[in-house]
Nanobody, 121 residues
Framework: VQLQASGGGLVQAGGSLRLSCAAS????????VGWFRQAPRKERESVAV????????YFVDSVEGRFTVSRDNAKNTVYLQMATLKPEDTAIYYC???WGPGNQNPQYDFWGQGTLVTVSS
């Protein structure tokens, strides 16, 4: 599976962006896909995940209610809709994928190249 993240850019605080993670390869619907971000001088953190079943989880308290992760298996794409953006959301956002069914391994096997989101105050 190859992943291509896109949709980043410069936006003012309070604005919105939609990130896309387009996947190539077969059986995309069986992959769990996560969004991660790494802010300047900070460690990478997990933001959200959409399981192969369609279930979603969010790992950063501050994004709940503002970010929405979703998938369109027909388009082999996972989205991260980000609203009411804040300067602290500034980071490089990465998507990553791992096989879903029966997989208890927390590690992701496939990573996209990242897309930069900059939120100005």
């Amino acid at each position: 599976v190859q992943l291509q993240a896109s949709g980043g850019g410069l936006v003012q605080a309070g604005g919105s962006l939609r990130l896309s993670c387009a996947a190539s390869g077969r059986f995309f619907s069986k992959f769990t896909v996560g969004w991660f971000r790494q802010a300047p001088r900070k460690e990478r953190e997990s933001v959200a995940v959409v399981d192969w079943t369609g279930d979603t989880r969010y790992f950063v308290d501050s994004v709940e209610g503002r970010f929405t992760v979703s998938r369109d298996n027909a388009k082999n794409t996972v989205y991260l809709q980000m609203a009411t953006l804040k300067p602290e959301d500034t980071a490089i956002y990465y998507c990553a994928a791992k096989w879903g069914p029966g997989n208890q391994n927390p590690q992701y096997d496939f990573w996209g190249q990242g897309t930069l989101v900059t939120v100005s105050s």
